[in-house]
Every structure is written in structure tokens, then in C-alpha cells.
């Protein structure tokens, strides 16, 4: 099945078992697709929403931000993945969504998805399971933040993103196509720029990354996986059988 929601389909299927019918009610749900830039907001914290974005290509984060400036980035969202299933159950905002790279999405009515989950209990399911794996996602990035030092925090985050992308694309991670600055890495870590930076160093001394001028692209998986002590347990990647 060839169409615009074909990579969104993989990613329901990486951890759902979705009947033919069932895929096929997906991917001819009615859709339009916008273009982002890099840190145009998607969503912002507040608001209602009545449609569900999809990632089709580009990155996109969730962000929340306090009084005084202060940023966290909470959630790093890549190409398949649905970018507000939330509000099917809950009606406002509450974080911030921006673009981290120029985006292209697919914008499907909440309506319509409501439909298919009232009417199909797979999709149901694979929905709950698509929001329940974030939850999970989450829980895991609390733990780098609040008890792995500098060098497992960033090489933990570069294992989650190569696995992420395995499950929906041909091969794993080149992080010369995810242009985040050390700034955007800082906000995400919760480290400063500087210390980003030192870190990434000995991370290519280790041989773990390669650095090409601003890019940077695994090297070695196994070693960061060593460094990380990395499992990929919570991101919950042979589902099917659950």
C-alpha cells in the first residue's frame, strides 16, 4: 500500500497487529498536509485542538518553558509518529509543539480518527498503545535527567533515537539529518552548551560518534549502547504479542 500515510502506518505497526481492512480504513482517511520551519510552532500550550498532525518528514519537539525563559524539552518526535492523539481524550494544550528541523505534516481531523477508534477496536488499541509508549518514553528520559551523568544521558539519547528510527526506516540513525544545536541538546539534557560540547568529544574519542564540521552520526552502537548501559525495553519494540 503506497500513500502519504504509509510511514505512519509502519509505526502502528511496529507495535500493533492491524488487519488489512484495518490498514486500508487508515490510509484512506481524509487528509491535507502543511509545511513548517525550523521552530515555527505547531501547537501551542493553551489551546484546543480538532485536528491530529503526523510527521512525514523532519523532526519536531515537545517543549515546556517557564516564567523566567527557561526551557525543557520533554519529547523528540520523529517522522510516523502522530503528534496529538492526546486530544482526543483531553481538550487543552498543555506543552508547547514546534518544529525543530522544516516539517512536513499530515493533518487529519480528530473527528475522523474518532470514528475509526469507535468502530475499530485494533485501531483502538493501537492508538492507546501509541500513547501508552510515549508515557514510557517519558518515564525513561526522567531517569537520564535525574540519575545518568553527562556521557550516559547523551549517548542513551542517541540509542533511543537509532532504535526509533529502525522500527519505521531502512537503516538506523544519521545524526547529520537531525540538526540539533547544542542549545536544542541542552534543553533536551538538561546540560549547558559547553558541557554538550565536552561531551561529545570524548564520545568521539571513545569512538562511539563521528563528527563531520556540525554534524554528528553514530559510530559505533555497541559502544554507546556500553556507555548508556542502554536497554530498549520501554520502548516497548516486539509489542505484537502483548
Request: hydrophobic share 45%; with cysteine; proline share 3%.
Amino acid at each position: 500500500m503506497v500513500g502519504t500515510l504509509d510511514l505512519f502506518l509502519r509505526k502502528l505497526l511496529s507495535h500493533s497487529l492491524l488487519s488489512t481492512d484495518d490498514q486500508a480504513a487508515i490510509a484512506a482517511l481524509p487528509h491535507s498536509r502543511r509545511r513548517f520551519d525550523a521552530n515555527d510552532y505547531i501547537l501551542r500550550e493553551g489551546d484546543q485542538s480538532d485536528a491530529c498532525p503526523i510527521l512525514l518528514s523532519g523532526f519536531a519537539y515537545r517543549q515546556k518553558a517557564t516564567e523566567e525563559g527557561g526551557r525543557q524539552i520533554v519529547a523528540l518526535k520523529i517522522p510516523g509518529d502522530a503528534l496529538d492523539f492526546q486530544s482526543m481524550y483531553v481538550r487543552t494544550i498543555d506543552h508547547n509543539l514546534q518544529a525543530l528541523t522544516p516539517v512536513d505534516l499530515i493533518i487529519v481531523a480528530l473527528s475522523d480518527f474518532e470514528k475509526l477508534v469507535r468502530s475499530r477496536p485494533a485501531i483502538a488499541r493501537a492508538v492507546i498503545v501509541d500513547i501508552l509508549i510515549e508515557a514510557s518514553i517519558g518515564r525513561e528520559w526522567l531517569l537520564n535527567l535525574g540519575r545518568r551523568n553527562a556521557l550516559a544521558r547523551l549517548a542513551h539519547l542517541l540509542c533511543e533515537m537509532h532504535y526509533r528510527l529502525l522500527d519505521t526506516h531502512a537503516e538506523g540513525l544519521d545524526l547529520r539529518d537531525v540538526p540539533m544545536t547544542q542549545e536544542q541538546l541542552a534543553d533536551l539534557l538538561g546540560l549547558t552548551p559547553v558541557h554538550i560540547n565536552r561531551t561529545l568529544k570524548e564520545l568521539e574519542r571513545r569512538g562511539a560518534v563521528a563528527r563531520h564540521g556540525r554534524g554528528v552520526r553514530i559510530g559505533n552502537i555497541v559502544a554507546l549502547r556500553a556507555l548508556a548501559n542502554f536497554s530498549d525495553t520501554y520502548l516497548h519494540r516486539n509489542n505484537h504479542d502483548g
